[in-house]
């Protein structure tokens, strides 16, 4: 299978960094409130511990941590877990809810995964575990090989490949974007692709989800906005069309949101299948 066609197409959706920046800063707040899941109510945490991929005297690496969630909940299992996240407020909540849980084997790092030196900072072949869970930081070739560049062992990676959201469906119609998707199936797909032509042997596993949210108007109008001009320009008249579609939703001040996604979850073991 040649290789090359994967990783040249394979490139950035996200054009306008500063949005994409913006748009976590602003959903920060709805990502400080939660209990550390474990492997009884995640199916990403039972995958950890079914696969033996979080070794006592090992470190792990949460790329697109988030608030923490997933970094805070394996840090007691393992030796040193370290955090990194595009989004400063993302990760002064995750230092926060380290104080608040006690937890003192764990780093944050605010930095941008895409462009990140692994080899300055220390991080090539260092970690036992390497993963992003529902990260927009792996969206190219380049970031997604970084994965592998930083492991020693294993890598796992979840995008949501499947999503009914009836909100975000309508915005797009209206602007005359049907066409525009989230990306997380092609991500897959590229994924599996890299790996298997590159001599590794991935693992798939899915899982259906279901997330309802409350948002202010002004709020959900600016995180609707910043979501789309992450990854294209929009004009004033289309920003005022997002926000006329919103206002007439809204119910006594708010935005109530279900979301249905089936995420998919690729892993793999840095040792090639040949080896």
């Avoid at 949005?19 to 009884?40: I, K, R, V």
């Avoid at 979840?158 to 092609?186: C, H, Q, T, W, Y």
């Avoid at 798939?204 to 202010?216: D, F, I, M, P, T």
Wanted: proline share 3%.
């Amino acid at each position: 299978m040649e290789c090359k066609p994967f990783s040249e197409n394979w490139v950035y959706r996200d054009k306008n960094k500063q949005a994409a920046t913006e748009l976590w800063d602003a959903m920060a707040p709805h990502f400080g409130s939660f209990t550390l899941p474990s492997a009884d109510d995640s199916a990403f945490m039972a995958l950890l511990k079914q696969e033996n991929m979080v070794p006592k005297d090992g470190e792990v690496l949460d790329v697109g941590c988030g608030a923490g969630r997933f970094a805070l909940a394996l840090a007691p299992e393992c030796r040193h877990v370290t955090g990194i996240d595009l989004s400063e407020k993302m990760i002064g909540l995750a230092k926060e809810k380290a104080d608040e849980h006690q937890v003192e084997n764990v780093d944050f790092l605010v930095a941008d995964w895409q462009g990140f030196d692994l080899q300055a900072a220390g991080m090539e072949k260092r970690y036992d575990l390497v993963f992003a869970h529902m990260s927009p930081a792996i969206q190219s070739a380049e970031t997604f090989w970084m994965l592998t560049e930083a492991s020693k062992n294993w890598c796992v990676m979840v995008k949501p490949v499947r999503r009914s959201d009836r909100i975000a469906k309508e915005i797009k119609k209206i602007l005359g974007f049907e066409n525009m998707g989230d990306g997380g199936a092609e991500d897959i797909l590229y994924a599996f692709n890299l790996l298997w032509c590159n001599g590794y042997l991935p693992f798939l596993a899915y899982e259906k989800r279901h997330h309802q949210s409350v948002r202010g108007l002004d709020e959900a109008i600016e995180i609707h906005v910043k979501r789309i001009k992450a990854s294209r320009d929009l004009t004033p008249a289309e920003e005022e069309k997002i926000s006329t579609y919103l206002r007439s939703i809204a119910e006594d001040g708010q935005i109530k949101e279900e979301v249905d996604t089936l995420n998919a979850t690729i892993y793999w073991q840095v040792t090639k299948g040949e080896e």
